[in-house]
């Protein structure tokens, strides 16, 4: 669904990445890990077109999208969910999610009973003010946004991060159970290589902008040596 061949991105003098290839199926969950630093987030960002690709190319389902804006993402398919969980704070959850199905043309009421179905939380928070949930609510509230715009692939930058482990859990398996009934393709970004191995499919190991590894998840997470070197656990 995604092919990211030979990308390199940086940022003035520094090169960001450097010669990324991986790939996010359909009905998979590719984790992405790293230490802070290793480039997840401009790796996000580039391929969603929020930064630009030195070299390399992006593409989505055979397309070529390498040059193409971010504002252009939500009609091709794509929906990225950034680092921070932001959402518009004044606004109640259901008009959050409508900018959402805004990205994409219009809003249907059947993607909003979707993400009411799968989020029970923000259900029962319709009318509630963003700004009065917790953070796990906020990371379903800018997950089920992005949803709005129906997107074939789905990119998830650290969603876990400052959660409880239980909350984690529970969003993962939500985005687990997403994928399995939806095909959707998921490139999940995480520091926290321990869970997100847990419920990924395959796994992606950044280091100082490269990758070093690629494979599915239960052997990364059976590799001592790449988790003391690289993943932390
Ligand atoms: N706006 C920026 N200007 C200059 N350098 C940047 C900028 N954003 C990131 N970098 C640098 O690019 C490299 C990759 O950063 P990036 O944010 O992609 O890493 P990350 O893996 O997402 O880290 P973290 O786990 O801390 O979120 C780092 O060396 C970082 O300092
Ligand atoms: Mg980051």
New binding site residues.
Partial sequence: MLQVEGLSA???P?T??HDVTLGADEGRITAVL????????????TVSGLHPARTGTVRLGGQDITRHSAEAMPALGMAHVP?GRGVITELTVEENLRLGGLARGRVKTADLDRVWSLFPPLDERRRAAASTLSGGERQMLVVGRALMSRPSVLLL??PSLGLAPRIVTQIFELVRGLVREEGLAVLL?E?NARSALSVADRGVV?N??RVVADDDAAVLAGDDQLRHAYLGF
């Fill in positions: 940086g940022y003035g520094i960001a990445l790293g230490a802070n630093g290793a480039g997840k987030t401009t790796l996000l960002r680092e930058d650290e970004v520091q950044l100082l902008g």
